[in-house]
């Protein structure tokens, strides 16, 4: 026997469809949205400028003033890299050939130049304080031996309470 739907359960069943077709594009919808919001930020996050250490002729791109200064070529050039990160200094190096030891030369922005200044504060502290008289241990004990040459030797002497030697 075949069973007989009225109306109003085809009515309920349609609505009921609905129902659940307009939930299931609600949740694509919000999927698509978080996706692209997701892809919005990423592309935000990324700057085409770069920042830190960089060619000249990214350095340049900018349109902003470039300065330049000198570093001896003894000093650690990698110290330098690291004091002008914590600045957060857009800048150049190029080796300079020409004296020996090679020198660094140093371009930067000149909206840096405040912060280079301090910078440079920093690195010639790190540089000074690296470079400080400190002795080789060699000399030092070279030092102590020439002083212990120079020393008598003590007699020992037997003491009285216990067999102790005394120097």
Known sequence: ????????????HTNER???????ATKLTARLLAQAMQA?????????????SQSLKSLTKSGAAI?????PGDSDINSFKK??????????????SSADPPN????????????????????SKSVLKDKAVVPP????????????????PATPTKGKDKGEIEI
């Open 1 to 12: 026997m075949k069973e007989v739907i009225t109306i109003d359960q085809i009515q309920s």
């Open 18 to 24: 609905s129902v659940a077709i307009s939930v299931k």
């Open 40 to 52: 919005f930020l990423k592309k935000a996050g990324k700057s085409t400028e770069k920042h830190g």
């Open 67 to 71: 300065e330049k200064t000198e570093i």
């Open 83 to 96: 004091t002008a990160r914590q600045y957060n200094i857009d800048f150049s190096l190029r080796k300079d």
């Open 104 to 123: 660094w030369i140093v371009f930067f922005k000149s909206k840096d130049a405040k912060s280079m200044d301090m910078a440079f504060k920093d690195f």
């Open 137 to 152: 241990i060699a000399k030092e004990l070279d030092r102590f031996k020439d002083i212990a040459k120079g020393l008598t």
